[in-house]
Nanobody, 116 residues
Framework: QAQLVESGGGLVQPGGSLTLSCVVS?????????MAWYRQAPGKERESVAT???????TYADFVKGRFTISRDTTVNTLYLIMHSLKPDDTGVYYC?????????WGQGTQVTVSS
């Protein structure tokens, strides 16, 4: 059973930085997979934050452009979300997501709280 395990969340002050990690099972960590980060704020729908397309391009939601970077390290099967200039509106549970060969996989989520 493929797994995604996130870590790196926590409490940070506005303007601060955090890096989230998602260790992905080797069986689905492929350049042909679509890999993404989503988030869900309290009382809101889950929304896409950043994506690695199957072609290897990176796309970002407008509200994180210039502040967040999605990256991956194929040597350790890990997807990252590097977050800078964090705002209170960035508070939520962040989820790692993979689509590969017709199946979807989600991590358990990691809480990010931006507050002074």
């Amino acid at each position: 059973q493929a797994q995604l395990v996130e870590s790196g969340g926590g409490l940070v002050q506005p303007g601060g930085s955090l890096t989230l990690s998602c260790v992905v099972s080797q069986s689905i960590f492929s350049r042909h997979a679509l890999m993404a980060w989503y988030r869900q704020a309290p009382g809101k729908e889950r929304e896409s934050v950043a994506t690695f397309t199957t072609g290897g391009s990176r796309t970002y939601a407008d509200f994180v452009k210039g502040r967040f970077t999605i990256s991956r390290d194929t040597t350790v099967n890990t997807l990252y979300l590097i977050m800078h200039s964090l705002k209170p509106d960035d508070t939520g549970v962040y989820y790692c997501h993979v689509q590969f060969r017709g199946s979807e996989y989600w991590g358990q989520g990691t809480q990010v709280t931006v507050s002074s």
